[in-house]
Each structure stands twice: as structure tokens, then as C-alpha cells.
Nanobody
Framework: QVQLVESGGGLVQPGGSLTLSCAAS????????MGWYRQAPGKQRELVAT???????NYADSVKGRFTISRDNAKNTVHLQMNSLKPEDTAVYYC?????????WGQGTQVTVSS
């Protein structure tokens, strides 16, 4: 019953910033460890960052120091602040739980980093 809707993607120049948002419906959202994933053309979907229900975070080495994941449990939202963007960050970004299969994937939001 929980649905995920990602937004905030777009075209940005290298070195620029972008903030992604994920809105979730469902009464059990606050119980989940949430993550941001991304998938570039021809590549496997990869985990970018996670955040627990209490706010503990983890990041992939490729984005550490540049990206910040956050959540607002009261609003059922998860965010990804992306700074110092690089062309290799170009991908479709998705949010979901770490327990894959619990919630259906949303449509994702496209992030394109290009000059």
C-alpha cells in the first residue's frame, strides 16, 4: 500500500548542486531504514546512501562528503542533498527501503550532470 514518489531531478552543470525528495505514503514508513539508489544506463542499480529511522546515515564511497541524506518522519519524506556533482553522478535516482521487495519501486527522478 505504501507508495514512493521521487522528485527534484534535472539538468545541472558539473560542480553544481541538486536536492532530491522522496514522498512516501503509509503508516509504517517510520519503521524502515530508507535508502537512495541510482541506476545509470547499462549499469546495475547501486545503493548511494541510507538513513535509519533514528537518523543514522551511511554513504557509498563515491558520494561520501558530497551527498547528504536526511528524513522527516513526521512528513514521510526523505531527501538527498547533492553537492559538487560530477558527470558520473548521472543516473535515475530512486528511494526505497533497505528491505527490497517490501515497497514497490517508484518511477525515479532523472539527474543529468553535463556541461
Amino acid at each position: 500500500q505504501v507508495q514512493l514518489v521521487e522528485s527534484g531531478g534535472g539538468l545541472v552543470q558539473p560542480g553544481g548542486s541538486l536536492t532530491l525528495s522522496c514522498a512516501a505514503s503509509g503508516s509504517i514508513f517510520t519503521l524502515y531504514v530508507m535508502g537512495w539508489y541510482r541506476q545509470a544506463p547499462g549499469k546495475q542499480r547501486e545503493l548511494v546512501a541510507t538513513i535509519s529511522s533514528k537518523g543514522s546515515t551511511n554513504y557509498a564511497d563515491s558520494v561520501k562528503g558530497r551527498f547528504t541524506i536526511s528524513r522527516d518522519n513526521a512528513k514521510n519524506t526523505v531527501h538527498l542533498q547533492m553537492n559538487s556533482l560530477k558527470p558520473e553522478d548521472t543516473a535515475v535516482y530512486y528511494c526505497n527501503t533497505r528491505a527490497i521487495g517490501t515497497i514497490n519501486w517508484g518511477q525515479g527522478t532523472q539527474v543529468t550532470v553535463s556541461s
